[in-house]
């Protein structure tokens, strides 16, 4: 029995693994992931603006970095070489630290210019994008660049032109 269960188990990681990447799952995976386990720790904890932050702001950001980021990396189905080349951590590190850096500036917009430029009021809720954007951010570029890169296959380097080589014939 256990021989039985260890090829199973190894031929449902292998057919996991080979699963292509689908934008749409990515996207729905990086709301309801977030909006699920934010939501349950607002009910759990009693704090009413993460319940609702949950399924907006966190879940929201999430769906809309996983979109962004997994468009940008398919491009219309053909990546970009380099960034099949370079090792998975330097470019989800990367990514990562751009979209982080967007986020993290959305964020310092709505919270704080915004109210002292605006007629719109600060609010609790305007506060928590700067911390809830860049997090939400972080996590799902990470989640979907590394699921994208485990579905690529490394660029084959492209011969290079150069004098014929002699061939044997056997």
């Keep these: 029995m ?3 269960k260890d090829r199973t188990s190894r031929s449902r990681a ?13 996207v729905l995976t990086a709301y309801v992931a977030p909006a699920l386990t934010a939501g349950a720790a607002g009910v759990a904890t009693g704090q009413q603006d993460l319940a609702v932050a949950a399924c907006t ?3 929201g950001t999430s769906a809309v970095v ?5 468009t940008w990396l398919r491009r219309g189905g053909q990546p970009r070489r380099w960034t099949t080349t370079i090792p ?8 990562v630290i751009i979209v982080v850096g967007a986020a993290a500036a959305l964020g310092w917009f709505t ?3 915004l109210p002292t430029h605006t007629p719109i009021p600060a609010t ?8 809830d954007l860049p997090v939400s951010a972080a996590l799902a570029t990470t989640i ?8 690529t296959s490394p660029a084959q380097p492209t011969p290079r032109p150069g004098p014929p080589t002699p061939r044997s014939r056997a």
């Design 124 to 131: 609790p809720w305007l506060e928590r994008l700067r911390i």
């Design 66 to 70: 996983a979109f962004l980021v997994g």
């Design 57 to 59: 702001s966190i879940a």
């Design 144 to 151: 979907v660049t590394l699921r994208w890169r485990a579905t």
């Design 88 to 95: 998975r951590t330097a470019l989800t590190s990367g990514l």
């Design 2 to 4: 256990p021989a039985t």
């Design 111 to 113: 919270g704080q210019w």
């Design 14 to 26: 292998a057919s996991r693994s080979s699963r292509p990447f689908t934008l749409w799952r990515e």
